[in-house]
């Protein structure tokens, strides 16, 4: 069974500075999707940044890049000029890539709280 | 605009009560999600649907239970059987067009709470 692993329950950075949510997870799978959500206080989880794990390259969002590191099975996000607007929690989400439909279940970390200093 | 509504925001249970939580999308996906949320313990599956008329238990089924009779809506009822059902339960949805990779899209969700 896949797992997903997310160390840091929460975390803290000053306005304009850069953070890196660490993620980790377990599975046996070589064909992947990984995901970052974010839940802000209103508690609607908004897709942040997917990466697909047969891309060597990482993907990236406007202020929003992963560093994925297939072999060590780490996927972390950093968050670069910061903004008040970020704080929320973030959760990272594994999904195993099987065509045909729903049984493509995400599987979700603990999630880490970042909080955004002015 | 296009998007998944849950309804209603906050609900209360009283000892040995069913509720519905409603969940309907006007994003024409195919598939349907239902997640619990707990503090520290991330999201869990509940159940998912991904045609009408079809529906599959997720990690934590029991003392819940789905519809599915028309493509718009999946409503999940919790039972009496739900022991410990005060949470905050996310629905979402997904298409299955273009592929495997396309991303789930939550609604803003239901928090239950016990009487």
């Known amino acids: 069974a896949q797992t997903v692993t997310q160390s840091q329950p929460e975390m803290s950075v000053q306005e304009a500075e850069t953070v890196t949510l660490s993620c980790t997870y377990d599975?046996?799978?070589?064909?992947?999707?990984l995901f970052w959500y974010k839940q802000p206080p209103s508690r609607q989880m908004i897709l942040v940044i997917r990466?697909?794990?047969?891309?060597?390259q990482n993907a990236t969002e406007n202020r929003f890049s992963v560093n994925f590191q297939k072999a060590a099975k780490s996927f972390s996000l950093k968050i670069s000029d910061s903004q008040l607007g970020d704080t929320a929690m973030y959760f990272c989400?594994?999904?195993?890539?099987?065509?045909?439909?729903?049984?493509?279940?995400?599987?979700f970390g603990t999630g880490t709280l970042l909080a955004v200093q002015p | 605009d296009g998007g998944i509504t849950q309804s209603p925001k906050y609900l209360f249970r009283k000892e040995g009560q069913n509720v519905t939580l409603s969940c309907e999308q006007n994003?024409?996906?195919?598939?349907m999600y239902w997640y619990r949320q707990d503090p520290g313990q991330g999201l869990r599956l509940i159940y998912y649907?991904?045609?009408?008329?079809?529906?599959q238990k997720g990690d934590i089924a029991e003392g819940y239970s789905v519809s599915r009779e028309k493509k718009e809506s999946f409503p999940l009822t919790v039972t009496s059987a739900q022991k410990n059902p005060t949470a905050f339960y996310l629905c979402?949805?997904?298409?299955?067009?273009?592929?495997?990779?396309?991303?789930?899209?939550f609604g803003d969700g239901t928090r239950l709470s016990i009487l």
């Open positions: 979402a949805s997904r298409s299955l067009v273009r592929g495997a990779h396309q991303p789930q899209h």
């Open positions: 599975t046996s799978e070589n064909n992947y999707y």
């Open positions: 990466q697909e794990a047969y891309k060597q």
């Open positions: 989400a594994f999904m195993k890539l099987l065509y045909g439909g729903a049984t493509n279940k995400l599987i």
């Open positions: 994003l024409n996906h195919d598939a």
């Open positions: 649907s991904q045609i009408v008329n079809d529906f």
